[in-house]
C-alpha cells in the first residue's frame, strides 16, 4: 500500500497535507474545557456543509455504513416500511442492511449506471394511500458508478403526494464535493463519512438529522446503544461525548471545514465538476464508455491545487470479467482500479 | 487541546512518535493486493496479544463501546440472562448497555474500588441451577478506579460450578499492558481498543472470539449489521473488509504490535507495573489516599523510554465534590486529571 | 536517539508538535512567487525578535557556527583586531575561529560560571587609545554554564571611552528566550540559531545585522561566499535566495514567530525565568551546587505548557572525571546530560 | 507554496513520504551514545553511493553551494590555478565562487546546452606543461539545461597528459540518480546535496574526499572554520560532530540510503533514465526542441512507484523572454517551471 501514488479509486480520497498535519496529533484530553470549546462550532459548522439551520449533525467514530445504520435504528421500528431504489453496490449494500435490521423494504430495481427514478418513486408514494412507507431511502451519489442522482425531484414526488415519510440520503460520496442542500430538500437523515468531500482517513460517520427525525427517536424500538443519537445529542449539548471520540479524525474535521470555507463550497463544487468533465472528456476523446447514462463522476477531494486527475467509473474494452479476482487494471501502475468492476461488467 | 503536555487521564494513553508516524500517512487501497497481504497476518499476530491459538480477533472502526455492542449483540438475543459485578464507571456503563439491548441483567453490587468479587460470582452461579446465565460479564482493569480484576478466579467459579455461560471480559485499558491469557481463561469474548495498551489513536475495537463465540452467532437474535462477526469474519478471510477500515489505525497497529514484539510482551507488562508502583509509593510518601483496595493502576502504555510518570486513581483531601463541573485538579497545569472524580467521590 | 523523551541537554531544545508539523512539508518550489511572499514578511518579522528597526536579519542553511564565521568574515579582514572575553566552551570556540581566520585576538581570561566582565572590557577599551580593536565580541548565555553577561554594560563601556569598535554578541541560545535589545544596546552583529529560543531543529543561522556592519562589508577582506552578505541581501530584496533555501527550517521560523508573537515575547521572557528559578530552587533544595556565580540557566524553550522541566548546569557530588568518556548521568534514564561537564569540572 | 503538489523544477525534488516520516522526528541528543552508533555507519554506507573505498565522506549543515566552498578551500590556497568548462547555471557559479576565493581560473566556454567537452579539457592540460593547474572541474550534470557529462573521459584526458591535478566534480544533481564512480573516475572532491537524488529536504552538503585531496589540506591556505573538513573529520572518526549537526536530515539520509540499497543503486539509475527518456519522447512528440545536445535530463528521485512525471529542461516556442519576471509557464497549474530559462534563452 504505497503512500506515495495518489489513489484514483471509488472510495476514501487523497488526503492534503494540510489535513494530514491536522490528524497528526498526540493524545488529547476528550474531557477538557478545551475540548469543550472545540467540539461545539465543530458540530454548528459542519451544518454549513449540510446546508441545515434547523437540523443538527451528529458524528459517530465509525464509517459510512455506521452512519447507515445509525440513521436507521434511531428513527425506525422493526416492520416498518421503507422504500428505496436499486442502481449500484451502495444502494444495494443499504437495501440489504434494511432487510437484515428487519425492515420491510419495497425496491425499486433500476439498471445500475441510472440514477434515482423520481417517475417510479413517485408512482409507488402514491400509490401507498395509507402511508405505510416510514422511510424514503435515495442514495446520491452512487460511489461505484459514478452517478448522482436527483434528490430534489424525489422530495417533490413526496410533495406531490403529500407523503409523511421521511427522506433518508445517502451523501457519503457527495457531501462537500456536491451541492447539498439538506433544508431546502427536506431531508431527515443525511448520512456521509469523513473519507470523501472531507478529504480525511476513514473513521468519522457524519449524519444530518432533522427535527423531525429526532423526534421520530422516541418512538423507534430498533435497539441500539453505541449509535445512539440520544446519548450523543445530550453529550454533545454540553461539548462532550458519551464515550471516547476519535479525536485526530475531528481535529481533522475542524480543518476540513477551515479549507472548504476558505475556497468556499461553490467554488470547491464547481471545481470538482471541471475536473470530472475534463476526465469525461478525456474518456471519451480516448474512445472509452462511460458506464452511466448521466454520469456525474467522484471526484478526487482535494485541495485546488492537486493535480487535474480524476476517476470516473468508465467501461473499458479489456474490462475483466466477474471472477477476476483483481481486475487488470492494477497492473498498470496503480493508476486505474476499478473494485466495482465486477458486479457492474455483469449486469 | 494542548498537543505537547503528555495526558495523565484515565483514557487514551499518550502515543509514541513511532506510531504517530505509522498512522500519519496517504489514503491506501483497502481492495489492494497489498491490504491482503497486510492484513491476514495483522489478525494472526492480534492473537499473540490476546493468548489464543483457537480464537480470532476481529476489528471493528469503533470505539471500546463499539465493541461492547459487537460481543453482545452477535451472540446473545433479547431475552438472555446475563450475570455481571459493577464496581466502576465502565462496568456501570456496560450494564446500562445489556440491558438497553434487552438483556435481562443480574447485578454484583460491589463498592467502588473493589475489583470482582469471584466468590459472589460462585454463588450465584451456584444458585443457577437451570443455567439460566448465557453470559458472565467482568470488567478485568476497571479504568475508573484502577482495579484490576482476577478473570481466572471467575474462570474457576464457572468451572466449579460446570456453568456453560460463555465469559465476557472488558480488557480494553489492561490488554497488552497487563497479562491477558484468553485461552488459558476460557474467555469467550474479549474487548479492547487501540487506545490504550497499544498506544494508538481511538478509532479501532478489538475483539477477541473464541470458537464457542463464533458459533453462538448463528442463533443470536439481536440485530446487528456494522458490528457482524459474520460479515467481518468472511471479508477478513480473503484479507478483505466488509466496508472501508480505518487503515491509518491499522497501520498504527501493526506497528504496535512490533513494538510489544520487540520488547517483549512479559517486558512491557513489567514496566507498566513497576512504574505503576512507583507512582503508588509517591502517593503514600505524600499521604494521599489510593482508592482501590487492591490497586493496580493503568500506567502510560507508551515506550520503554518515556518518563516515569504514571496516573493512578487516588483520593486527594481536595476532592471537588460531585457538583465541580471540571475539578480543581485542573488548574494544576494539566498535571492531573479527574474526570471520574465526582463519581467516585459521591459513593 | 529515542525522540520520545525530550532532551534536557545544553543544546538544541526540544521540538513543539506545532513546529514539528510547520517543518514537515514536501518540497516547495524556492523560486516561485508564494516564496516571495513568504519570505519578505519573515525577514521583517525577525527583527520585532532581535529588537532592531534599523539593522537587516540575514539566514543562512547552517548552522550557528556558521552564522559566527558569516559576521566575521564579512566585516572583518585578515589582521583585524579583536577584543572578547572567555568564560566557557562557546566563548572559547568563537575564539579559536578568530584566530583561524587570521584575526589577531585579545583575550579576557575569566572564571569558568562567571558572565562578561564589563570593567574589564572598558579598561582594555580605555587602553586602546588608537582604536585597533575594530570589534568586541560578548557571549550573551554560555550555553556550557548557563551564565547570562550584561550587553548592555559592554556597550556602556564601549561609549564610555567612544570606541567605534562594533560589537558582535553570541545569542545563539539567548534570542527568543531572554531580553535582546539589537537597537538599545547597538549590537551590530547578532548571532543566532534555530535550534535554541526558536524551538526548531538545527540548520538555519539566523544573524541581525546593524547598517554599520552591512556598510563594513565592503571594506572587508575575508574571502566568502557561501556566507556573503551581499549575495544574500541582494537575493532577499526581491524575495529571493542566492542558492536552495532550507524551506522546511524557514517555514517552520515562520510558525516560531507566529508562537513567539501570540504569546507575546514578555511572556515568553518571564515563563523561561520562572522555570529555570524553579530549577534553582529546586538544586539549591537537593544540597547540590549551582556552576555559576549568576546562574540564568537555559531554560527549554517550548509551548506554555510544556513540562515544568529545565535545565540548568549544576555541579554534582558524582561529577564524572574529565576521562569518562560519557557522564554517568546518562544512566539515569537520559533525564540529565553533561556534556560540558568535563570542561567546567576540570578547571 | 502548496506542498500537495509534486514540484517539477530544477532544483529540489520531491520527498517520498518514507523520508518525511524519517525527518519528522523530535529533538535527538548529538552527544549521545546513540549518535555515536548512528553516524559511524551511516558515513560508512554513504560511500557506498560514491562507489568509493579509499576516500571519505563528510556532511556539513549547508546546500551543495557550502559543499563546493569546504572543496575549494580546504584543499587550494589564493593564486591556485583551476581548469574548469561553463556550459550552465551552475558551473557559470561555480567558476564565480572560484574567482571570488581567489583562485585563478581558467574557463573552457562552451554552448549551453552542450556537455563538458573532453577534448578540450584534454588540449588546455596539455598545454599545462609546468602542471600550474592545481584543480580540474567539471559539472557531472548541469541542473540548468538537464546535460550530463562524461567525467570518465575528463579523466582519461588528465591520465594521458599524466596530469597530477586533483578533480572535482559537482555531482549535486546526479549523485544516487545516475552511475557515479568516485575511485574508478579518480574523483579527488565529489560534491552533492541531500535535496536531489537523496530526495531528502535541502539542508546537507554531502562531499566525497579522496585520500589525496585530505593530504591537500595541510598546505591549503584558503580559510575556513565551519566547513574545515579537518575539524569534521577528526570529530567524525569517534562518531561525532564539531559543532551541532542537523540530525533531522541525517536521520532521513540514513532512511534514503536504506532505500537506495533495497531497491539498488542499479535499479534506481535505470528507473531515472526510463523515465527520463519517455519525457524526451513525448516532447518530441509535442514538437517541441529539447535544449540539450545530448540530454539526460533531471529525473524526479523518488520512489519508484511515483507518477510516472519527469522535469526535462526544454525549449518552449512560447519561451518567455529574458526581462520576463516569472516565466508563463507558471500559469500551467505548476506543472512546467523554467527558472533558468531566461539565462538559455538569451545566450
Known amino acids: 500500500m504505497n503512500s506515495q501514488n495518489p489513489v484514483f479509486i471509488p472510495g476514501p480520497t487523497n488526503i492534503p497535507d494540510r489535513l494530514r498535519a491536522a490528524m497528526n496529533i498526540q493524545t488529547a484530553d476528550h ?4 475540548f469543550v470549546n472545540f467540539l461545539l462550532p465543530l458540530l454548528e459548522d459542519l451544518k454549513r456543509v449540510f446546508k441545515t439551520e434547523t437540523g443538527t449533525v451528529i458524528t459517530f467514530p465509525s464509517s459510512g455504513t455506521g452512519g447507515w445504520e445509525a440513521a436507521i435504528s434511531n428513527t425506525l421500528s422493526p416492520g416498518d416500511k421503507v ?48 402511508h405505510a412507507f416510514k422511510a424514503v431511502l ?6 461505484a458508478t459514478g452517478v448522482k442522482s436527483d434528490i430534489g425531484a424525489v422530495r417533490k414526488a413526496m410533495d ?62 430498533c435497539p441500539r446503544v453505541f449509535f445512539d443519537f440520544g446519548d450523543m445529542t ?29 475556497e468556499g463550497l461553490g467554488n470547491v463544487f464547481a471545481r470538482h465538476f471541471r475536473i470530472a468533465e475534463g476526465v469525461r472528456e478525456a474518456i471519451r476523446a480516448w474512445g472509452l464508455n462511460l458506464c452511466a447514462i448521466l454520469l456525474i463522476s467522484i471526484p478526487i477531494r482535494s485541495a485546488p491545487s492537486m493535480c487535474p ?9 479489456t474490462m475483466p470479467s466477474r471472477n477476476t479476482g483483481f481486475p487488470s487494471v492494477w497492473v498498470l501502475d496503480n493508476w486505474l482500479a476499478g473494485h466495482f468492476v465486477s458486479a457492474i461488467s455483469d449486469r
Not at 474531557?31 to 478545551?34: D, F, G, L, W
Not at 486527475?309 to 474494452?317: G, H, Q, W
Open 31 to 34: 474531557r477538557s474545557p478545551e
Open 83 to 130: 422504500l428505496v431504489a436499486r442502481f449500484g453496490m451502495f444502494s444495494h449494500r443499504w437495501i440489504d442492511m434494511c432487510q437484515r435490521l428487519n425492515l420491510e423494504v419495497e425496491i425499486i430495481e433500476c439498471d445500475w449506471g441510472s440514477g434515482a427514478p423520481a417517475d417510479r418513486y413517485a408512482q409507488a408514494l402514491a400509490a401507498d394511500t395509507g
Open 138 to 143: 435515495v442514495t446520491h451519489n452512487e460511489t
Open 160 to 221: 406531490a403526494t403529500s407523503h409523511p415519510a421521511m427522506l433518508y440520503v445517502d451523501c457519503v460520496s457527495s457531501l462537500a464535493s456536491m451541492d447539498f442542500r439538506m433544508d431546502e430538500w427536506g431531508v431527515d437523515l443525511a448520512v456521509s463519512g469523513s473519507q470523501k468531500g472531507f478529504m480525511l482517513a476513514t473513521g468519522l460517520a457524519i449524519v444530518g438529522v432533522s427535527q423531525k427525525a429526532l423526534a421520530a427517536c422516541d418512538s423507534a424500538t
Open 234 to 262: 445530550r453529550a454533545n449539548a454540553s461539548g462532550g461525548y458519551p464515550y471516547t471520540p476519535a479525536v485526530p479524525l475531528m481535529m481533522g474535521l475542524r480543518e476540513s471545514l477551515n479549507m472548504l470555507f476558505e
Open 309 to 317: 486527475k480524476d476517476l470516473t467509473a468508465m467501461r473499458s474494452p
